[in-house]
């Protein structure tokens, strides 16, 4: 199983990560992941990490910790809640996953290199539908 963290805005995708097998994301992965996310708004999209980065994430454990929540004000990030156990869907579930789950439909894979690759062409699919993010 391969398990990727996407971060992505109105403008596309701006990056993803791929988890180490057998690891979990916990407080401290996931912090570094935000550092990273902070570094990728500064290069792809110059001058709105000097605006308010509006920020919204599910209530995952890791999400909601005191460590995550420090992290999250230290780089001025505006959370935007969501709400648990909400009937609306993350805007992930809307705009990224169908896309992904109908371009991945009825592949097989021998190996993750080849589930990585799939993902790679479907990431460019979609960065280059850029009106995707705006509907």
């Known amino acids: ?3 990727a963290s996407v971060f992505w805005d109105a403008r596309g995708i701006l990056f993803v990560d791929y988890l180490q097998t057998g690891k979990a994301i916990i407080s401290e992965y996931y912090c570094y992941l935000l550092d990273q996310l902070k570094e990728k708004i500064r290069k792809k999209r110059p001058g ?3 605006e308010k ?3 919204q994430q599910d209530n995952a454990p890791c999400h909601k910790s005191t460590l995550t929540m420090a992290k999250i004000h230290e ?3 505006e959370l935007l809640e969501h709400p648990p156990y909400s009937p609306d869907s993350a805007p992930s579930d809307f705009h990224l996953f169908p896309e992904l789950k109908k371009f991945m439909s ?3 894979f021998s190996s993750k290199e080849e589930v990585l690759t799939a993902v790679g062409c479907c990431r460019e699919i979609v960065l280059n539908n850029k009106v995707y ?3």
């Open 133 to 135: 993010f705006k509907s």
């Open 48 to 50: 709105l990490e000097m």
């Open 106 to 108: 009825g592949k097989r």
């Open 75 to 77: 780089l001025k990030f």
């Open 1 to 3: 199983m391969v398990m």
């Open 53 to 55: 980065t509006l920020f």
